[in-house]
């Protein structure tokens, strides 16, 4: 069964809000800059050290947070909930299911690092992230 988990939004700060909701919280923090990641070569020079993904794993439950933002974020865009799926079916299935009456975002599609992705808002304009990485169990 598919985890779901929220995912935050962060205006270049996610390195310290998400060190201080460890510090809150307690887990494991673990973070990957753009820099870091393989779409280094496809992103601006600028956003180098910019969070890509942050992840804190706190018992079974996971908090995800990034700087990546495709506008000026407001108030109610700046949280998204993220299903990490088990199969490439699951993810397409979910996709599917909540996409009716709503509006893709990101089209399901690959990563460089072999992930499957996409992105929507339902018909309630929630934005949900659909995750799958065979490599990555739920």
């Keep these: 069964m598919a985890r779901l988990n ?7 700060n996610c390195r310290e809000a998400m060190n201080f909701y460890k510090d809150c919280l307690g887990g494991e923090l673990t973070f ?3 820099g ?7 992103m601006p020079a600028s956003y180098k050290d910019s969070i890509l993904h942050s992840s804190l794993t706190i018992g079974s439950n996971m908090l995800m947070a990034s700087d ?3 506008g000026p974020l407001t ?14 079916e699951e993810l397409k299935k979910f996709y599917d299911n909540l996409s009716v009456g709503g509006s893709i975002t990101e089209p399901l599609g690959d990563m ?3 992930a499957k ?7 309630y304009n929630k934005a949900w992230m659909f995750y799958y990485n065979k ?3 739920v």
Excluded: H, Q, W
């Design 68 to 70: 990546m933002r495709r």
């Design 75 to 88: 108030d109610g865009d700046t949280i998204t909930l993220c299903l990490n799926c088990e199969s490439e």
């Design 135 to 137: 490599d990555m169990p």
């Design 36 to 42: 870091e990641s393989l779409m280094a070569s496809m």
């Design 112 to 114: 460089p690092d072999g």
């Design 32 to 34: 990957m800059t753009v």
């Design 6 to 12: 929220s995912y935050l939004t962060f205006n270049d």
């Design 117 to 123: 992705i996409g992105a929507l808002r339902d018909k």
